[in-house]
């Protein structure tokens, strides 16, 4: 990630650890309490139906085990099982987290529910392998299900000897899926050790993540473990409409941009009445203006050259409508249930008038323009809301960043104005950062294209103006209106690339030897919206828009 920012974390670790403490050993908590949810359905109720096996998030825990080193940071990494279990209640699997960052987690407590006649879609395991140790006699047992039935979790002790049998218990099949590693939390001596989650995400996708971990000697063995699956026919635990508002104003980010930004962005509507043209193949001499809706946009298709939005061909009228308009500007919300219908993801979109170009630094050359590489008009950017259903706290954030980006646990978040998180728009890019520094982009520390996101006086308080634009599978759906434009299929810009081969050679004639071909050798393995003049096209086209973020 950011070099600067992560060797500043490594060394406030590292004092910590002289001090004989830990990140892991604070417990997490946001700024503020969280506010009183508008009533409704089966929202932040504490417990979820999956069609008749109830389920419960606990984030108290008993520590078993810690190691020291190994992991991220080389930190180690802690071992937990759920305590405070209530009545009723089974653990389903023990949590782990690495120690670089303060304890925050959570995992699945399952009961059947009254609605289950037979009684056994939880049943405990007829026995226990010993699945790995470590030579600090720490224990990782996979339970032996009865037929019919499988593990979502291993049971972590300090002793060789076999755990109770009523310790844990396992699922009936057919409320369990496929399950895949997710992130690296600890490692040593070949054993590592991988979060869990489902195979199949995205919107509406049954599979659920328990909270459990796998640990592995071999990555390519088959995982023995499975993830939980919602069974029930109706998604009863997403927020409604003013639920879904009362979130994002509590949650809403500011968006600082850096001190040299000159494109900010706009509303869409402030675009389409302040000039944007559209344009079709093979009449380009007679563009049309566009309704400040986007009513009169050809709607669907896709990104196959046939239309494509342009800036007004007036000069000055293009030179003001670059630079965005911040005073009016809003951010589009699309809400959406994510894991079973255990969480709800806020997506929020930004939209951009125009893209600026990349800068590179090469060598001792920190700082270099790369000429109209880089640059396209109608920029689309957003971070995404990861917010539990049980009880509506923030728990992750995507930063999305040239069609990459990266989840960040909501422990690692600055925040401001009570539980609002900061993120950071990058310069000419508008990458999303959730830290403050300077990445950089497609080639090592000596060369690459520079992602500068730097704090200025200038921020946007997205919680100030914002639209739902799409709501799926929330309960009041239907109340939402989609503004034309969602539908527009088509690029927000048109795909200019005569522009690249000549700033490349201008760009390699300043330089000699090793920095010339790394410069080549960079310049192939940006992505294609970063090095082109690319329009790109709308949220609702982005495979972020049904699917998983990454």
Known sequence: MMNSIKLSFIVICKLLIIGNCLPIDTIFKLPSSLPTWPQGGGFATGEIDLGGLKIRKISSFQKIWSANE???????????????????????????????Q?????????????????????????DYTLLANTPQNTYFWLPTPPDGYKPVGLVVTTSPDK??????????????????????????????????????????AKPLSVGTFIVQTDTKATLPLSCLKNKNPTFTSTPNRNQVDALFRTYSPYIYFHPDEKYHPSSVNWFFANGALLYTKGNESNPVTIQPNGSNLPLGGSSDGSYWLDLPTDKQARGNIVKGDLQTSEVYLHVKPVQGSTFTDIQVWLFYPFN??????????????????????????????????????LYRVFFAEHGGGRWVDSCLLEYQNGNKFVGYASLNGHAS????????????????????????????????????????????????VAPPWLDYGREWGPNITSDFAKD???????????????????????????????????????????????
């Open 70 to 100: 190994g992991g991220p940071d080389n930190l180690g990494a802690t071992f937990f099982e759920p305590s405070l279990i209530p009545d009723g209640f089974s653990m389903l699997g023990a949590y782990a987290q690495p120690n670089n």
């Open 102 to 126: 303060p304890l925050f987690g959570w995992v699945l407590l399952g009961k059947t529910n009254s609605s289950d006649e037979s009684g056994e879609i939880l049943k405990p395991p007829i």
């Open 163 to 204: 755990p109770s049998l009523d310790k844990i218990r396992c699922v009936r099949s057919d409320f369990t899926d496929e399950p895949e590693t997710d992130t690296w939390i600890w490692g040593e001596n070949g054993l590592n050790v991988y979060g869990l989650r489902p195979k199949a995400r995205g919107t509406n």
């Open 356 to 393: 600026g170009h990349a800068v590179a630094k090469l060598g001792f050359i920190k700082k270099i323009p790369l000429g109209h590489i880089g640059e396209h008009v109608g920029d689309w950017e957003h971070v995404t809301l990861r917010i539990s259903n049980f009880d509506g706290t």
């Open 433 to 480: 950062y959730y830290r403050g520094g300077t990445v950089l982009l497609g080639g090592d520390d000596d060369v690459g294209v520079r992602d500068d996101a730097w704090r200025s006086d200038v921020v946007m308080d997205t919680g100030g103006k914002f639209t739902v634009v799409a709501a799926d599978g929330v309960s009041a759906a239907e109340s939402v």
């Open 504 to 550: 490349m050679k201008r760009v390699e004639k300043m330089l000699i030897g090793i920095l010339k071909s790394k410069f080549r050798k960079l310049m192939t393995s940006l992505p294609r919206e970063i090095i082109f003049q690319v329009g790109p096209t709308g949220p609702k086209m982005k495979n972020n828009w049904n699917g998983d973020e990454n």
